[in-house]
């Protein structure tokens, strides 16, 4: 009996679909390293912080004036002055006083101080805006019992009135690499599948007919 041969090319749809699969495989386990690096790390390290109840103790500026960074343009930048405002309070984990920063990326930013302004052109602009904070937290907070985050480990002389990072980056950090990782995967196995069957299918055919 002659030997029955079918064709196990893919066609020019098949090929784009594989292609298409393997870029998507691609481009879930780049996406996978990189958002790794830059955020999942970071998320990690902020959700170390553990919660607990702070009440101020003093609020202060302090005569030092610090330099920060403004954008005026695509390619104009310059350097303006704010004041330096600390907020202590007293930490309920630890029972002791800490200075207050607004989150993790102002405590790298400046860990003197307990609030960084958005920087403006105009110093006397930057000393509004810390003034508007400091008055929030000597009337509006006072005395009152706030939940703040505090890491002994890291950082047992500060605590962070919010996060930078909470669960819902680290979702999204492993989430969408992983589905761009799972479509492609199948993208590949159904085209291979479909192919596979497709030649099967030609083969009984082809039996029928001999």
């Given amino acids: ?27 879930g386990i780049v996406s996978l390293f990189i958002l790794g690096f830059c955020w999942l790390n970071p998320t990690l390290q902020s959700m170390q912080s553990k919660p607990a109840n702070c009440t101020v103790v003093t609020v202060q500026r302090v005569e030092e004036m610090f330099e920060c960074v403004f954008t005026c343009g695509a390619d104009c930048k310059g350097t303006s002055l704010y004041p330096c405002l600390q907020i202590f309070v007293n930490n309920s984990e630890s029972n002791s006083v800490a200075l207050l920063h607004y ?17 403006e052109r105009d110093n006397q602009k930057n000393k509004d805006n810390v003034l508007r904070w400091q008055d929030y937290w000597t009337k509006e907070v006072s005395s009152q019992s706030f939940t703040c985050f505090f890491n002994q480990q890291r950082r047992p002389d500060d605590v962070l009135w919010k996060r930078s990072h909470d669960e819902t980056v680290l979702l999204h950090c492993v989430l969408w690499p992983l589905v761009s990782l799972l479509v492609g995967t199948l993208i590949v196995l159904l085209t291979i599948c479909a192919r596979s069957l497709a030649v099967r299918a030609e ?7 001999s």
């Fill in 1 to 27: 009996m002659a030997k029955i041969r079918v064709s196990y090319e893919y066609s020019e749809a098949e090929d784009k679909s594989i292609r298409l699969g393997l870029f998507l495989i691609v481009c």
């Fill in 203 to 209: 083969a009984i055919q082809k039996r029928k007919f």
């Fill in 103 to 119: 989150d993790e990326q102002q405590l790298v930013l400046n860990p003197k101080c307990s609030y960084v302004p958005p920087c």
